[in-house]
């Protein structure tokens, strides 16, 4: 994995030092790809697309101006079935969907993303620490939540 330049995740630990790694990749202005689903879903039937995890939102927060980019594969489960096939069959067609660019800063202000006002964020800054993590939460959840249905609204299945 590392020779591909992937960053490991160990599942039992949590994410949080492949978000360090990530935040990393992107302090140096690079480009990072990210599964914001955490795994390959194992699901049999439809909608395969599993729930994403927040990850992509604290980066994305960390990052404020930096474009989050929707991407659907389409047909990867065809080149590879999970828990059937031990070797991509490497012939047969991926359609690779890309979204609409949003960056943080965009999404928070717009009326269908966070739909945060500046007097929303100076009163934001009045509550006491476990109200603005609470708050802060619900906009990682939304943010990553909105990201996912791009995502399923793209193709992917």
Known sequence: ???????ETHREEGGDDAL???ADVLAANSALGIFP???RSKRTEKPFLLPGKTGIARLAASFPRAP???IALVGTRNMMAPQ???FPKVWLP???NYGKKITWIDWLGSAE???MTAKDVEELSTLDDHEIKSAIAKLYRKFTDQLMQSISS????
């Open 154 to 157: 793209l193709g992917a299945p």
């Open 84 to 86: 059937k096939d031990k």
């Open 20 to 22: 360090a790694s990530a």
């Open 113 to 115: 993303g966070g739909g």
């Open 1 to 7: 994995m590392n020779s591909t330049g992937q960053i």
């Open 37 to 39: 689903e955490g795994t």
């Open 94 to 96: 991926v359609q690779v």
């Open 68 to 70: 989050v980019i929707p």
